[in-house]
């Protein structure tokens, strides 16, 4: 099962933090900063793996892609493949550069919640949904357009649409 | 620029719809970005969560603005602040009909409550109303906001829709809701352990999606149970089988490979399912050995794929062409660039190492340079591979890499773990006591505080009971050496409390047992151990108790104490202590200096810490004390047990305690209702032990199994390894098992005969290994530090006689390959390689026969003959090359003519060219039969063969005569 799903900038600053296991805010924080200290710690051409036991607790991996300014952190634990998970973080990072079309950190920071959409339609409950990003995109896309639908009713006055709603 | 770009965004943004944020969010987001440092951060954040609460308070906000309010929050929240003031209004947006608003809300929820909050309750009705909804997108929310949101409590509310929405017509709901179901199923099992047969059912659903998310399930209930699940494995076999010929659809497919993920899902399920399991994992060989064929080896995902192929192949029931197959993708992740695949590879090799243990060696250079990898991960990994491999021979080695490698970090955590794997190998494999203390010094040395107080206390005991064997000498030797160590590290500065508690221990029990050392001297350096660490009471208290010690052994020895001015002002010091313990000591020691040698015998005899004390629990020696008392009119004792009993007697008509009472009459009478006290466990208890309860057969069934089937899942120390396969050999009844096992590696079966021919213990196949680097320096750039660590590591890897001549073979191979070749190097590999391919049932049977070696069909002494013939050839070949670098080659020569002939075709070739000069090969086998007994030449070990055979001596026992006074 997947733990954790977190984008962290090269300055260590979060910008995106999804526990599929309730963590009390201050703990996120600490869970974050520690990733954080040991990725910058790393040289480049290594591994993507981490040994992650002593932040995570026993039984937990770690796979971690960077791109430009980004790190993308996965969590794990041994139910999952490495290096089907750094797959997975390619197809999060695909999916979201069909999104915005060449993706930078600014478009992770200020879609934040559509950034939550992707994951979901990728991600679901801590198992893996969907690894297609054409798939993915597909679904984010019919999301959207229903929600410009339902904005488009949403301006009809609002006893009007609850009727119709129902 | 960046502002242009940001409006250009912004502008974007608008048109795509719901994703769109205001100004203000934008202004933060900048703001914070551009904040200089921590604190002007903070400043702003705290900023914003008070402009976002005075907001919050105005009455009539607009939907879209709290949407954005919302979205704010959860960003604050994440950037670590709490945002718990606005989490009423996240769960009134979950009620919204709106789709943008209520995903809003489902978000913010989902992200900010557990699934304890009080708020829950709020939302469930919401989400029940949301599951039935027919817009199937409101239904994704909702299951999605469900596998965050619903414990164990609040699953029975929403568990029927969810079922429901098992049989939705669109495959995205389905799929979801299983998933849903997984993930109530994880957080309370009994929820929905009825239930569970709908997974079953949905791996047969249209839609190869809504089956692949069924697996995640079934992939956690057979973890819990794999007997029930057993007739599954043709579903499964057949469903892999599918998979990897394309018969999904196109768009399944991720970088050009047919749905990896539910691939490596499947593979994982079947390595449960079939390890231990014979019958099952046979249906699964075709397959796998399949995909192995198929599978894109350039891909990151396809090595993911092949690696899940390992370790399924190395769970199910061995089978020798698909752990060919496997050692094969080892072999290439471990030579890749890529540091991943080392990983991988590493990983891998544990795995398949606990099967066929000799595939390390082939590897053993690409180990070690990943041992001394920059990549700490990959480090730890190495180091994780290595403690699966270590055995008696190349402990020391391994044991001192991980030392060094602790003492180079900082990882406390990792520390502490990598000390415990130290003592751990040190205990269970240490070739000497003096290694084993001098290795439990450095660990304790440097990670102390880390490891457990038992280390220290298993350490004390083992310098105190020695050897068990009966050799007192030995015993005070290790004493002795174990005296002096302590004494050279007792006067670094800062030591680990607990080894400092070791070292007083130690010196006080048998610091002058030697006479070496005067009391005097150690007492002032325990005095001294006392004063540093003035502020560790525990360390203190073992120095007292040594002071005491020694001065009691030199009383009994009948000599004169003076006790040293320091010591005196210490024991002043503790006695006036605050603690108790301390201070106890203290007056201790005063009290033994004070009296005569014949009581200090009787109260502290000499190195009699292993004896066990007398305790007279009934403490008779009182009862003549007692009997007088009695008689003179003392009350008689009264047990506790009776003393109770008269309380409740007392308490007679208190009803409100019946039950604790010793009282016969009630004891009685409340003894009935106790059968019926697990009817007050929670409903929840029940479910799962009446689940238990009509399945006790295939509990059982599994058990057995387990213990039929433990041998072939080996964990440790691969000298068991081959007991282990003899088990399992036994147990299936075929005896063509194990020798398969070991197949795996180009080299089983001439292993096993040229093993018993030629072995020769441990520190020979040592040096042969390094005599058989030298000769490849020239050619090959390896540092000879390396190469020395690899045959430490590996080439005296093996006890049993087998693997050290295999490990002998892969060496001098390599250099063969290197440098010598040419012509009967390249002859021999193309064999090796061929056999690798087509690994022929023939090929079993004949490293059956090879395994016992009893004489065999094809003649192990006619390729023998061939062999040293062949030698010949390549040293005329090569005159330049050392005398020592030739023993190996012939080895290596030998081992591939070997195998070849195996495979008799092209075996014979080499027979028809060499026999002839077989005449020849054992007129200098004669010459040299003075020296045969001497020395363990392998070269002479198998001329000696040749001359034995000419002899006409046939071998007939398992381990003929002629093969034993080799080993020796």
Redesign the interface.
């Given at each position: 099962m997947i733990q954790a799903v977190m984008v962290i900038n090269t300055q260590g600053k979060p910008r995106l933090a999804k526990f599929y296991e309730f963590q009390p805010v201050e703990k996120q924080q600490e869970l974050i900063r520690s990733v954080y200290t040991v990725l910058s710690s790393r040289a480049e051409d290594v591994s993507n793996f981490l040994d992650v036991e002593s932040i995570f607790g026993p039984d937990t991996r770690l796979v971690y892609k960077h791109f430009a300014t980004l790190y993308f952190v996965f969590v794990f634990d041994s139910s999952e493949n490495e290096l089907a998970m750094l797959d997975l973080i390619q197809v999060f990072v695909e999916t979201l550069d069909k999104c915005f079309k060449n993706v930078c950190e600014l478009d992770v920071v200020l879609n934040y919640s559509k950034l939550h959409t992707v994951l979901d339609e990728i991600i679901f409950g801590g198992q893996v949904l969907e690894t297609s990003s054409t798939e993915v995109l597909k679904a984010v896309e019919e999301i959207a357009r229903l929600e410009t639908a339902s904005n488009a009713i949403s301006l009809v006055p609002k006893s009007v649409s609850s009727w119709r709603s129902r | 620029m960046e502002q242009l770009?940001?409006i250009g965004?912004?502008l974007a943004?608008g048109s795509?719809?719901?994703?769109g944020?205001s100004k203000e969010?934008?202004d933060l987001?900048k703001s914070?970005?551009e904040a200089r440092s921590k604190a002007e951060e903070e400043r702003i954040v705290l900023h914003e969560i008070e402009t976002l609460k005075r907001r919050l308070a105005e009455p009539d906000i607009p939907?879209r603005k709290m949407k954005e309010y919302l979205?704010r929050l959860?960003?604050v929240?994440?950037?670590?602040?709490?945002a718990s003031f606005a989490y009423i209004h996240a769960v009134k947006m979950t009620h919204d009909?709106?789709?943008?608003?209520k995903?809003?809300g489902y978000?913010a929820v989902s992200?900010f409550?557990?699934?304890d909050h009080d708020l829950i309750i709020l939302i469930v009705n919401t989400i029940q109303k949301d599951l039935k909804s027919d817009?199937y997108?409101v239904v994704c929310t909702a299951l999605?906001a469900v596998?965050?949101l619903i414990n164990d409590e609040t699953v029975p509310a929403v568990l029927p829709q969810v079922v429901e929405l098992l049989a939705h017509q669109k495959e995205?709901v389905r799929?979801?809701a299983i998933?849903?179901l997984?993930?109530f199923y994880?957080k309370s099992p009994s929820s929905v352990l009825h239930l569970v047969s709908n997974f079953r059912k949905r791996l047969c659903d249209n839609d190869p999606?809504v089956m692949g998310?069924t697996l995640?399930p079934l992939?956690?209930l057979i973890?819990i149970d794999v007997n029930t699940y057993k007739d599954l494995v043709v579903s499964f076999v057949s469903i892999l089988r599918q998979v990897a010929e394309r018969r999904l659809p196109k768009?399944?497919?991720?970088?050009q490979l047919p749905a990896?993920?539910i691939q490596?899902r499947l593979l994982?399920i079947l390595a449960m399912l079939g390890s231990g399991d014979k019958q099952a994992s046979e249906k699964m060989y075709t397959v796998v050995s399949d995909i192995f064929k198929k599978c894109d080896s350039t891909s990151?995902?396809g090595?993911?794929v092949l690696?899940?192929c390992i370790c399924c192949v190395s769970a199910i029931h061995p089978n020798p062409k698909l752990l060919d197959q496997a050692a094969q993708v080892i072999s290439r992740f471990l030579k890749s660039d890529?540091?991943?695949l080392?990983?991988?590879g590493i990983d891998a090799l544990g795995r398949l190492i606990k099967i066929s243990p000799e595939i390390a060696e082939q590897h053993q250079l690409a180990v070690i340079d990943c041992l001394e990898?920059?990549?700490?991960?990959?480090k730890?990994k190495t180091f994780e591979l290595l403690y699966k491999m270590t055995k008696s021979s190349n402990v020391e080695v391994i044991v001192d890499r991980m030392i060094s490698y602790m003492i180079s970090i900082n990882?406390?955590?990792?520390k502490t773990y990598i000390a415990s794997r130290c003592v751990e190998l040190a205990e269970q494999f240490a070739p000497s006591n003096q290694w084993f203390i001098q290795t439990m010094n450095k660990v304790f040395e440097h990670a102390g505080d880390l490891v457990n107080v038992k280390v220290a206390h298993n350490l004390m005991k083992l310098i105190a009971e020695g050897f068990g064997e009966d050799d007192d000498t030995a015993d005070s030797q290790l004493r002795s050496s174990a005296v002096e160590s302590y004494l050279r590290i007792i006067g670094e500065p800062k030591l680990p409390s607990v080894f400092l508690q070791v070292i007083c221990w130690v010196l006080g029990e048998y610091g002058t047992a030697d006479g070496k050392y005067s009391a005097s001297y150690i007492t002032g350096k325990l005095c001294d151990v006392a004063e540093a660490y003035s502020n560790d009471e525990t360390v203190k208290a073992y120095a007292v108790t040594a002071i005491k010690k020694i001065y009691a052994f030199e009383i009994s020895a009948g000599r004169k104490v003076e006790m040293l001015p320091e010591c005196q002002s210490l024991v002043e010091e503790l006695s006036a202590s605050h603690s108790t313990d301390l201070q106890q000591r203290a007056y201790e020691l005063q009290a033994v200096i004070g009296i005569d040698a014949h009581a200090i015998e009787s109260i502290m005899p000499s190195d009699a810490s292993c004896e066990d004390v007398e305790i007279d629990k009934n403490l008779s020696f009182l009862d003549g004390y007692v009997q007088q008392a009695i008689e003179k009119g003392a009350q008689p004792y009264i047990s506790e047990n009776e003393r109770t009993g008269m309380l409740n007697i007392n308490n007679f008509r208190n009803q409100d305690q019946p039950e604790a009472l010793s009282h016969s009459l009630r004891f009685e009478a409340y003894e009935l209702p106790k059968p019926l006290v697990p009817s007050r466990v929670p409903p929840a208890a029940v479910a799962s032990s009446t689940e238990l309860v009509p399945v006790p057969e295939p509990y059982y069934a599994r058990e057995t199994h387990q213990t039929a089937s433990l041998p072939s899942v080996s964990d440790a120390g691969s000298s068991e390894l081959k007991l282990r396969l003899d088990g399992v050999q036994k147990k299936w009844g075929r005896p063509t098992y194990s020798s398969s096992a070991s197949l795996t590696s180009t080299s089983s079966s001439h292993k096993t005969t040229n093993g018993v021919t030629q072995v020769d213990g441990v520190g020979t196949s040592n040096s042969k290994g390094r005599d058989t680097y030298d000769s490849r320096k020239p050619s090959v750039e390896i540092s000879p530090e390396k190469q020395k660590l690899a045959s430490s590591l590996f080439g005296g890897s093996s006890r049993t006689e087998k693997r050290a001549s295999s490990g002998n073979h892969k060496v001098s191979k390599a250099a063969e390959k290197s440098h010598v070749g040419k012509a009967a190097g390249a002859h021999s590999d193309t064999v090796v390689e061929k056999i690798n391919r087509e690994p022929t049932p023939d090929l079993l049977d004949f490293s059956d026969l090879a395994v016992t070696s009893t004489a065999p069909s094809v003649d192990p002494f006619q390729q023998l003959e061939g062999l040293l013939d062949q030698t010949e050839a390549t040293s005329t070949m090569n005159n330049g090359a050392a005398g020592a670098s030739r023993t190996p080659e012939i080895m290596g020569l030998y081992a591939d003519s070997a195998v070849s002939g195996l495979s008799s075709s092209v075996a014979n070739r080499d027979e028809f060219n060499l026999s002839s000069e077989l005449s020849n090969a054992a007129r200098t086998s004669q010459v040299g039969v003075s020296q045969l007994n001497k020395g363990p030449n392998p070269k002479d070990s198998l001329e000696k063969d040749a001359l034995v055979r000419q002899m006409g001596v046939n071998p007939t026992s398992q381990n003929p005569n002629l093969f034993k006074d080799l080993l020796g």
């Amino acid at each position: 099962m997947i733990q954790a799903v977190m984008v962290i900038n090269t300055q260590g600053k979060p910008r995106l933090a999804k526990f599929y296991e309730f963590q009390p805010v201050e703990k996120q924080q600490e869970l974050i900063r520690s990733v954080y200290t040991v990725l910058s710690s790393r040289a480049e051409d290594v591994s993507n793996f981490l040994d992650v036991e002593s932040i995570f607790g026993p039984d937990t991996r770690l796979v971690y892609k960077h791109f430009a300014t980004l790190y993308f952190v996965f969590v794990f634990d041994s139910s999952e493949n490495e290096l089907a998970m750094l797959d997975l973080i390619q197809v999060f990072v695909e999916t979201l550069d069909k999104c915005f079309k060449n993706v930078c950190e600014l478009d992770v920071v200020l879609n934040y919640s559509k950034l939550h959409t992707v994951l979901d339609e990728i991600i679901f409950g801590g198992q893996v949904l969907e690894t297609s990003s054409t798939e993915v995109l597909k679904a984010v896309e019919e999301i959207a357009r229903l929600e410009t639908a339902s904005n488009a009713i949403s301006l009809v006055p609002k006893s009007v649409s609850s009727w119709r709603s129902r | 620029m960046e502002q242009l770009k940001t409006i250009g965004r912004e502008l974007a943004m608008g048109s795509q719809g719901g994703f769109g944020q205001s100004k203000e969010f934008l202004d933060l987001v900048k703001s914070i970005g551009e904040a200089r440092s921590k604190a002007e951060e903070e400043r702003i954040v705290l900023h914003e969560i008070e402009t976002l609460k005075r907001r919050l308070a105005e009455p009539d906000i607009p939907k879209r603005k709290m949407k954005e309010y919302l979205i704010r929050l959860v960003y604050v929240e994440m950037l670590g602040h709490d945002a718990s003031f606005a989490y009423i209004h996240a769960v009134k947006m979950t009620h919204d009909d709106n789709l943008v608003l209520k995903r809003t809300g489902y978000l913010a929820v989902s992200l900010f409550l557990n699934d304890d909050h009080d708020l829950i309750i709020l939302i469930v009705n919401t989400i029940q109303k949301d599951l039935k909804s027919d817009n199937y997108l409101v239904v994704c929310t909702a299951l999605n906001a469900v596998c965050k949101l619903i414990n164990d409590e609040t699953v029975p509310a929403v568990l029927p829709q969810v079922v429901e929405l098992l049989a939705h017509q669109k495959e995205a709901v389905r799929k979801k809701a299983i998933m849903a179901l997984h993930r109530f199923y994880q957080k309370s099992p009994s929820s929905v352990l009825h239930l569970v047969s709908n997974f079953r059912k949905r791996l047969c659903d249209n839609d190869p999606g809504v089956m692949g998310a069924t697996l995640c399930p079934l992939f956690d209930l057979i973890t819990i149970d794999v007997n029930t699940y057993k007739d599954l494995v043709v579903s499964f076999v057949s469903i892999l089988r599918q998979v990897a010929e394309r018969r999904l659809p196109k768009t399944y497919d991720y970088h050009q490979l047919p749905a990896p993920f539910i691939q490596i899902r499947l593979l994982k399920i079947l390595a449960m399912l079939g390890s231990g399991d014979k019958q099952a994992s046979e249906k699964m060989y075709t397959v796998v050995s399949d995909i192995f064929k198929k599978c894109d080896s350039t891909s990151n995902i396809g090595n993911a794929v092949l690696y899940e192929c390992i370790c399924c192949v190395s769970a199910i029931h061995p089978n020798p062409k698909l752990l060919d197959q496997a050692a094969q993708v080892i072999s290439r992740f471990l030579k890749s660039d890529s540091h991943n695949l080392k990983y991988m590879g590493i990983d891998a090799l544990g795995r398949l190492i606990k099967i066929s243990p000799e595939i390390a060696e082939q590897h053993q250079l690409a180990v070690i340079d990943c041992l001394e990898d920059p990549d700490d991960t990959l480090k730890r990994k190495t180091f994780e591979l290595l403690y699966k491999m270590t055995k008696s021979s190349n402990v020391e080695v391994i044991v001192d890499r991980m030392i060094s490698y602790m003492i180079s970090i900082n990882d406390n955590h990792y520390k502490t773990y990598i000390a415990s794997r130290c003592v751990e190998l040190a205990e269970q494999f240490a070739p000497s006591n003096q290694w084993f203390i001098q290795t439990m010094n450095k660990v304790f040395e440097h990670a102390g505080d880390l490891v457990n107080v038992k280390v220290a206390h298993n350490l004390m005991k083992l310098i105190a009971e020695g050897f068990g064997e009966d050799d007192d000498t030995a015993d005070s030797q290790l004493r002795s050496s174990a005296v002096e160590s302590y004494l050279r590290i007792i006067g670094e500065p800062k030591l680990p409390s607990v080894f400092l508690q070791v070292i007083c221990w130690v010196l006080g029990e048998y610091g002058t047992a030697d006479g070496k050392y005067s009391a005097s001297y150690i007492t002032g350096k325990l005095c001294d151990v006392a004063e540093a660490y003035s502020n560790d009471e525990t360390v203190k208290a073992y120095a007292v108790t040594a002071i005491k010690k020694i001065y009691a052994f030199e009383i009994s020895a009948g000599r004169k104490v003076e006790m040293l001015p320091e010591c005196q002002s210490l024991v002043e010091e503790l006695s006036a202590s605050h603690s108790t313990d301390l201070q106890q000591r203290a007056y201790e020691l005063q009290a033994v200096i004070g009296i005569d040698a014949h009581a200090i015998e009787s109260i502290m005899p000499s190195d009699a810490s292993c004896e066990d004390v007398e305790i007279d629990k009934n403490l008779s020696f009182l009862d003549g004390y007692v009997q007088q008392a009695i008689e003179k009119g003392a009350q008689p004792y009264i047990s506790e047990n009776e003393r109770t009993g008269m309380l409740n007697i007392n308490n007679f008509r208190n009803q409100d305690q019946p039950e604790a009472l010793s009282h016969s009459l009630r004891f009685e009478a409340y003894e009935l209702p106790k059968p019926l006290v697990p009817s007050r466990v929670p409903p929840a208890a029940v479910a799962s032990s009446t689940e238990l309860v009509p399945v006790p057969e295939p509990y059982y069934a599994r058990e057995t199994h387990q213990t039929a089937s433990l041998p072939s899942v080996s964990d440790a120390g691969s000298s068991e390894l081959k007991l282990r396969l003899d088990g399992v050999q036994k147990k299936w009844g075929r005896p063509t098992y194990s020798s398969s096992a070991s197949l795996t590696s180009t080299s089983s079966s001439h292993k096993t005969t040229n093993g018993v021919t030629q072995v020769d213990g441990v520190g020979t196949s040592n040096s042969k290994g390094r005599d058989t680097y030298d000769s490849r320096k020239p050619s090959v750039e390896i540092s000879p530090e390396k190469q020395k660590l690899a045959s430490s590591l590996f080439g005296g890897s093996s006890r049993t006689e087998k693997r050290a001549s295999s490990g002998n073979h892969k060496v001098s191979k390599a250099a063969e390959k290197s440098h010598v070749g040419k012509a009967a190097g390249a002859h021999s590999d193309t064999v090796v390689e061929k056999i690798n391919r087509e690994p022929t049932p023939d090929l079993l049977d004949f490293s059956d026969l090879a395994v016992t070696s009893t004489a065999p069909s094809v003649d192990p002494f006619q390729q023998l003959e061939g062999l040293l013939d062949q030698t010949e050839a390549t040293s005329t070949m090569n005159n330049g090359a050392a005398g020592a670098s030739r023993t190996p080659e012939i080895m290596g020569l030998y081992a591939d003519s070997a195998v070849s002939g195996l495979s008799s075709s092209v075996a014979n070739r080499d027979e028809f060219n060499l026999s002839s000069e077989l005449s020849n090969a054992a007129r200098t086998s004669q010459v040299g039969v003075s020296q045969l007994n001497k020395g363990p030449n392998p070269k002479d070990s198998l001329e000696k063969d040749a001359l034995v055979r000419q002899m006409g001596v046939n071998p007939t026992s398992q381990n003929p005569n002629l093969f034993k006074d080799l080993l020796g």
